[in-house]
């Protein structure tokens, strides 16, 4: 959080609470390397739990979370299926290349994030055409290019139908958000997958970490990518407990971000109706819009105490957390009527 600005790029951003404070300098610890952690231990249970898996591993962050997934999940020679706009797609550096060698098939995925079962079976036909066959299908819950889009329950039942037999990673960076925003248990969203991640470090402001959950045989093996990756940590303990207390306090208030986003949004349909910007279409706690000078806008925001961020070529993000009361939001809300 920068001082004495109202900060919209990330969730990110967030401070760890006091509470979280605490439970770090008085957390048990253990070295993670030979699985002697409790903290960890607790923090990987717990998180198993609420998505209904059998396991789950601790990792420094969602990207990580998301290449051991593409590792283990998707065999070397078959395509992972994915949305184009997609975070795994976008914004990890290049990393399934890298890291998994991974050969997405990008499929529309439209103004809501999502895509549907019959342009999965579309790839698994082509695959008796000479194409490489898929081997995972890749989706994110909650959707952020899309503004924080929500995948329905009906949405993700087509696509599950037509992966039928293939493996399907549910990145869910926000899915805490999703399940706020429907009243639908994250377990309910994440049965549809193999695996599950969710970053502790945006919405539930820990300060760092994500957790993938999935098959023990599966997380398993997902501790052998972890390391290979540099991902192993040791007295991890000390992190993973502000983790445990974001688990434990700070899902439900996400119901103030989504109302504030929703604000927000209202705010930007109003001073740039043709922006793209569709409150009521803004379920979470991200709004997106268009604007001709998005350099220009993130410099007058700046100067009136906002900040914000792109995503794309003249597309604007602002995002609501813990750390932007009512007081932030009523001052982003005068910045942005007031710019050009």
């Known amino acids: 959080m920068v001082s004495g600005l109202v900060d919209l790029r990330s969730d990110t951003v967030t401070t760890p609470t006091p509470e979280m404070r605490r439970a770090m300098a008085d957390a048990e610890v253990g070295d993670d390397g030979y699985g002697e952690d409790p903290t960890v231990r607790a923090l990987e249970e717990a998180y198993a739990g609420r998505v209904g898996k059998p396991a789950a591993v601790f990792v420094p962050s969602g990207t990580m979370a998301n290449q051991i997934a593409l590792r283990v999940l998707c065999p070397p020679g078959s395509l992972a299926v994915a949305g184009r706009h997609q975070h795994v797609v976008i914004y990890e550096a290049g990393a399934a290349a890298v ?113 993938l959950a999935g098959p023990s045989d599966v997380v398993a093996e997902g501790r052998v990518v972890r390391k290979r990756l540099g991902g192993a940590m040791r007295q991890a303990g000390v992190v993973a407990a502000a983790g445990l207390v974001g688990l434990e306090t700070m899902v439900e208030r996400l119901a103030d971000d989504h109302r504030r986003a929703r604000r927000l949004a209202e705010t930007v349909a109003d001073r740039w109706p043709d922006a793209g910007c569709d409150p009521s279409a803004v379920a979470t706690n991200i709004v997106v819009f268009r604007h001709p000078d998005t350099s220009g806008l993130l410099g007058q925001l700046r100067a009136r105490g906002v900040l914000a961020d792109t995503i794309a070529p003249g597309v604007v993000r602002l995002v609501t957390h813990k750390d932007v009361d009512d007081d932030g939001l009523a001052r982003a809300a005068r910045a942005l009527a007031s710019a050009d």
């Open 99 to 211: 890291n998994a060698g991974v050969q997405f098939h990008l499929l529309d995925d439209g103004t809501d994030g999502t895509f549907g079962g019959d342009a999965v079976r579309a790839v698994r036909a082509a695959a008796e055409h000479h194409q490489p066959p898929p081997g995972l299908v890749c989706l994110e819950q909650t959707h952020m290019p899309s503004g924080g889009r929500v995948w329905s329950i009906d949405a993700l039942e087509d696509v599950a139908g037509a992966a039928a037999g293939l493996a399907l990673h549910m990145d869910g960076a926000r899915l805490f958000n999703a399940e706020v925003a429907t009243g639908v248990p994250a377990a309910t969203f994440a049965g549809f997958a193999t695996t599950v991640m969710t970053c502790l470090s945006k919405g539930l402001a820990a300060p760092v970490g994500s957790v």
